[in-house]
């Protein structure tokens, strides 16, 4: 995957970040080559009890406002690869609000763990291992 949004998910955070291994990118200059570079921090409201049966409701809406988030980043930023990885029970929250990335240009993958307690580096290294973006490179101090 050359250029892609990935989110992080699980029941009360979202992170949204771009990846893009190609040189010359009018999408994020800012970010280095290669390197997740975090685009948007979503936080879902608080519930007391997770016993609640509002629960599901609040996951539901949670995910649908980071699906609304993946949309709009894929859509403003010309992104044709989608990744989401988040916990099983989250994933299905998500896939089931995903009406909006069905669109025969965007390639959207779903992973089922979860990484939203990690760094942004720890989340690139698990990437990586899984093949899904290319490893981080070291920074070599010279001499």
């Known amino acids: 995957m050359n250029r892609a949004c990935i989110a992080i998910v699980d ?13 010359g990118s009018d999408a994020v200059r800012s970010a280095p080559v290669g390197v997740l570079h975090e685009v ?6 608080a519930t ?7 629960t599901a409701q609040s996951e539901r809406r ?3 406002q980071v699906i609304a988030a993946l949309a ?13 990885v988040a916990p099983p029970v989250m994933l299905g929250a998500l896939r089931g609000v995903a009406g909006e990335l069905q669109r025969p240009e965007l390639v959207v993958d779903y992973v ?11 989340i690139h290294d698990h990437l990586a291992q899984l093949r899904l973006v290319a490893p981080r ?7």
């Not at 490179?137 to 001499?143: I, K, M, N």
């Open 48 to 54: 007391e009890d997770h016993r609640d049966p509002h």
């Open 11 to 23: 029941g009360a955070r979202a992170r949204i970040y771009s990846y893009d291994r190609t040189a």
């Open 72 to 84: 709009r980043m894929t859509r403003e930023q010309a992104f044709d690869h989608v990744l989401v």
């Open 137 to 143: 490179r070291s920074e070599v101090a010279p001499g």
């Open 40 to 45: 948007v921090d979503l936080r879902a409201a």
């Open 62 to 64: 949670f995910a649908g």
């Open 112 to 122: 089922a763990r979860d990484l939203a307690r990690l760094t942004s580096p720890q």
